[in-house]
């Protein structure tokens, strides 16, 4: 029910966007998850759909940038400034309530991955 795209190889300081699309219903919350080799999945993004409140990580803020277009279901991710660091595999999540945005396990659907590699 949710289709991520939008990853690829950048240069450090370079930008990319991450798209997600949903499908079957709308969602409370959605949000953006990562995981980097040998590391747990970590909180990146969220936006509730109603009020359009933004959360991030302390790790890309300022640099990164969540939105939604409710009329498509399509949220996207805006990834300015990017760092080695950033590097990982992507998910697109949503939850059907308004469970918390910075945990997954509140989260009930997950997309496929979709993998950012920033070289130096």
């Known amino acids: 029910q949710l289709q991520a795209s939008g990853g690829g190889l950048v240069q450090t300081g370079g930008s990319l966007r991450l798209s997600c699309a949903a499908s079957g219903r709308t969602f409370s919350v959605m949000g953006w998850f990562r995981q980097a080799p040998g590391k747990e999945r970590e909180f990146v993004a969220g936006?509730?759909?109603?009020?359009?409140?933004?959360y991030y990580a302390d790790s890309v803020k300022g640099r990164f940038s969540i939105s939604a277009d409710n009329a498509k279901n399509t949220v996207h991710l805006q990834m300015n400034s990017l760092k080695p660091e950033d590097t990982a595999l992507y998910y697109c999540?949503?939850?059907?309530?308004?469970?918390?945005?910075?945990?997954?396990?509140?989260?009930?659907?997950w997309g496929q991955g979709t993998l950012v590699t920033v070289s130096s």
């Open positions: 936006i509730r759909r109603i009020g359009s409140s933004t």
């Open positions: 999540a949503a939850q059907r309530g308004l469970g918390r945005v910075f945990s997954v396990s509140d989260f009930d659907y």
